[in-house]
RNA sequence: CGGGGCGUAGCGCAGUUUGGUCAGCGCGCCUGCCUUGGGAGCAGGAGGUCGCCGGUUCAAGUCCGGCCGCCCCGACCA
C-alpha cells in the first residue's frame, strides 16, 4: 500500500471523548471513527488488524474440527420466548417489529438459533458430536456502552457451540476449545489469564473467562499470590482457615460483652451512616439483607464492610430465584422499615457469611423504626445460624484453594468458555436417539470470543507515549518503508525498490510515499505502531545502508540496502518463530 | 434509570457569569514561497444555521422552557 493513496486520517490532538489511552490511541491512529455511542466504524487500518484476528480466530478453530457458518442476526422473538431467556436477557436485546407485526429481535448471541438449528436435523448419536461456530456482528442495547470498542452496542464475535452425546464428550470439546483459546490470545499477542466464572444469563454450571489484566477492564479478577487459583470476583470464592473452621461449629461463649442494648439511630439507614454516627467499625456491624429466595423471606447476614454475593446466595439456599424483598416485604418481615433490620428476635431463615461467626460485639438494626442493636453477640442474641460463603472476595482474602492472599487486579474479558448442559437442548427439544434407541437432550457448550476487544486489549496493554506497540500478527501492516525526503531521487528509488520486492515476497507492507518532512512521518509511525520500520535516508545511503527499527525497540540495525529485503525476512521469520514458541509453550489447560 | 459534566469550523478549545465590534484562537485543510533525519517557517485563503425547537428582548452563542446528542460515575434497600 501506498501511504499517499490510504485513508489514515491521524489525529495530532486526543478527541475529547476519550479517555482510555485504547480508545484515544484508536481514534487518533485512524483505526477507528465514531458513528453514535457504542456505533463504530472501522477505517481501513483498524479493519485490516480486525481481519488479521479474525483469521487468526478462524484458524485455531477449523484446526480443533470446529465448523464455520453464518447465521442471521435477525431472531425471531418466539425462539426467545421459548428458551424462557427473554425475560432476563429482554432489556438488552434489541427489538423491533416487522411490517407485517413480527417481533423480532437482533442477536445478542445465538444459543436459540443454534439449537433450533441442530434440533431440526440432529437426530442420531451418529451425528455427534459436532462444533460450530460464527463470526459475525452481536447486538446489544447495552446500559451503557463506554471504552469505545471495549464495550459497544454493536461488535464482531466469535460464538461456537459444541453439541455433545455425554459430559465426557462435552469435557473434550470444552477442553479443546480452551486450548484453541490458549493459542488464539498467545497468537494475538495478548497476556492474559483464565479465570473461573460465572456463568450469568447465558446459563450452564462451569465457565472460564480469559482476561487481559488492566486497569481499563470492566472486570475485577482475583488471583492467588500462590498457587494458580484465578477468579473473577463474581466467582471468587473465599478461602476458609482452619481455626474459622472450628469455629463455625461451636459459638464462642463470651463473658466479657454487656447485654444488648438498643440505642436510637434516627433516619441512620446505611452502613456507614450508622457506623458514623454510633462510632463503630463497619467490621463490627451486622448487615441484615432480606431477600426473596423462591418466594420465600430468607435473613441473609453479611458483615457490614462486606459486599453480599448473590449468586452464592442462591446457591447455598439452593433456589433459582432470589432478589432483594421489597420494602413492604421487609416491613412485614421485620416490623420495621427498610434500613433497620437485624437478626435479633427475627422470625425467618437465617443465613449468614462466615465471617459473621468472629463478630464478638456486634451492631444491628433492632426491627424497629430508628434504632439500633450494639453488644450484639451472634449465638448468644440469636440463634447460632447456619454458616456459608456468601460474600464478594476482595484482595487479601485466603485462597480457596491453597490459603494465600488473593491478589485483586481488573481485567478486560476477551473471552468466555461454558458447559451449558442441557438448558437449551431442553428448552427448545433438541434430542437425539443413542445406540440403545434412548431419547436424550443434547449436551451442549458455548465459547464466545469478542475479536474487537482483542485490539482494544493489546493497544491498552502495549503502547507508550508515542502510540501503539502492534503484534506482528495482528498490526494492520507488519512492515513501513519510510523514505525520509521525497525529492532526492536516491532515496525514493531505493524505498520503492525496497518496497516492491517485500510485496513480491508476500510481506504486508506499507511505504509512506507522502511529500512531507521526516519527523512528520516518524511520528505518524509511532502512532500507528507498525512493528518493523525501514527508513531510507540521505545518511545511510552515503554508508549505504539503510535502518531497521521494531517499534518496541530503541536499537536501531544498519543493513546494507542489498540486503535489506532478506533480513527484513528474516527478522520477520525470527518473530514468527518467537510467537510459535510461546503459543506452544502452553502445556494442557488448567480445567478444573 | 439516578448523579455529574459537556455540545461554538474536521480536531482541541476561548467567549456564556454581566445580552449589544463577539464569530475568535491553536492544530488541520487549500495556494504560493521556503524547508526536508522526530508533527518546520513566512504570506495569502477556504471553512461555522454557536446541537435542535420554542420563548423573552429593540437586540440572544450569552437569559428562560422543552427536546436531542456525547462523555464520566453509579445502579437495585447494606
Request: charge should be negative; glycine fraction near 8%.
Amino acid at each position: 500500500m501506498r501511504w499517499s493513496k490510504a485513508f489514515v486520517p491521524t489525529l495530532k490532538e486526543v478527541p475529547a471523548e476519550a479517555e482510555i489511552a485504547s480508545h484515544q490511541l484508536m481514534l487518533r491512529a485512524g483505526l477507528i471513527r465514531k458513528l453514535s455511542a457504542g456505533a463504530y466504524t472501522y477505517l481501513p487500518l483498524g479493519f485490516r488488524s480486525l481481519l488479521k484476528t479474525v483469521e487468526i480466530i478462524r484458524d485455531e478453530m477449523n484446526a480443533t474440527g470446529a465448523q464455520e457458518i453464518l447465521m442471521p442476526a435477525i431472531q425471531p422473538a418466539e425462539l426467545w420466548e421459548e428458551s424462557g431467556r427473554m425475560k432476563d436477557y429482554g432489556p438488552l436485546l434489541m427489538q423491533f417489529k416487522d411490517r407485517a407485526g413480527r417481533h423480532t429481535v437482533l442477536g445478542p448471541t445465538h444459543e436459540e438459533v443454534v439449537t433450533d438449528l441442530v434440533r431440526n436435523h440432529v437426530s442420531s448419536y451418529r451425528q455427534l458430536p459436532l462444533i460450530l461456530y460464527q463470526i459475525q456482528t452481536k447486538f446489544r442495547d447495552e446500559i451503557r456502552p463506554r471504552f469505545g470498542v471495549l464495550r459497544s452496542r454493536e461488535f464482531l464475535m466469535k460464538d461456537a457451540y459444541s453439541f455433545d452425546v455425554d459430559l465426557d464428550g462435552l469435557n473434550r470439546s470444552y477442553e479443546a476449545m480452551y486450548r484453541a483459546y490458549c493459542r488464539i490470545f498467545e497468537r494475538c499477542g495478548l497476556d492474559f489469564v483464565v479465570v473461573e466464572a460465572e456463568s450469568g444469563p447465558i446459563g450452564g454450571d462451569v465457565s472460564h473467562e480469559f482476561m487481559v489484566p488492566s486497569d481499563a477492564g470492566e472486570d475485577i479478577l482475583l488471583q492467588c499470590s500462590a498457587c494458580s487459583y484465578a477468579a473473577n470476583a463474581e466467582r471468587a470464592e473465599v478461602g476458609l482457615p482452619e481455626q474459622l473452621k472450628q469455629r463455625l461449629h461451636q459459638p464462642r461463649t463470651v463473658s466479657d460483652v454487656p447485654a444488648v442494648q438498643k440505642v436510637d439511630t434516627p433516619g441512620r439507614t446505611t452502613i456507614e451512616q450508622v457506623s458514623a454516627f454510633l462510632n463503630c467499625r463497619p467490621e463490627q456491624m451486622i448487615k441484615t439483607l432480606i431477600y426473596l429466595a423462591d418466594g420465600q423471606p430468607v435473613a441473609v447476614l453479611i458483615r457490614g464492610d462486606h459486599e453480599a454475593n448473590e449468586a452464592k446466595i442462591r446457591r447455598a439456599l439452593g433456589v433459582s430465584e432470589l432478589s432483594l424483598a421489597d420494602a413492604e416485604t421487609i416491613e412485614r418481615v421485620t416490623g420495621a422499615p427498610v434500613g433497620f433490620a437485624g437478626p435479633v428476635g427475627l422470625s425467618c431463615r437465617i443465613v449468614a457469611d462466615r465471617a459473621i461467626a468472629e463478630i464478638e460485639d456486634g451492631v444491628t438494626g433492632a426491627n424497629e423504626a430508628d434504632a439500633h442493636l450494639v453488644h450484639v453477640v451472634p449465638g448468644r442474641d440469636f440463634p447460632w445460624p447456619e454458616f456459608h460463603d456468601l460474600r464478594v472476595a476482595v484482595h487479601g482474602d485466603p485462597c480457596p484453594r491453597c490459603g494465600a492472599a488473593l491478589r485483586q487486579r481488573r481485567g478486560i474479558e476477551v473471552g468466555h468458555v461454558f458447559k451449558l448442559g442441557t438448558k437449551y437442548s431442553e428448552a427448545l427439544g433438541a434430542y437425539f436417539l443413542d445406540a440403545h434407541e434412548q431419547r436424550r437432550p443434547v449436551i451442549m457448550g458455548c465459547y464466545g470470543i469478542g475479536v474487537n476487544r482483542i485490539l482494544a486489549a493489546r493497544i491498552e496493554t502495549h503502547h507508550d507515549e508515542h502510540g501503539i506497540i502492534w503484534s506482528t500478527t495482528i498490526a494492520p501492516y507488519r512492515v513501513l518503508v519510510l523514505p525520509l525526503a521525497m525529492q532526492k531521487e536516491q532515496i525514493v528509488q531505493t524505498a520503492e525498490r525496497i518496497y516492491e520486492e517485500l510485496r513480491r515476497r508476500g510481506v504486508d507492507v506499507i511505504l509512506d510515499d507522502r511529500d512531507a518532512r521526516a519527523g512528520f512521518k516518524f511520528k505518524d509511525a509511532d502512532l500507528i505502531g507498525f512493528p518493523l520500520r525501514i527508513a531510507v535516508g540521505e545518511r545511510g545511503l552515503k554508508e549505504g545502508v539503510v535502518e531497521l527499527k521494531w517499534r518496541g525497540s530503541d536499537q536501531v540495525q544498519k543493513v546494507p540496502v542489498g540486503e535489506a529485503v532478506e533480513r527484513v525476512l528474516a527478522e520477520l521469520d525470527r518473530d514468527e518463530a518467537e510467537t510459535q514458541r510461546r503459543v506452544d509453550r502452553h502445556g494442557p489447560p488448567i480445567v478444573r
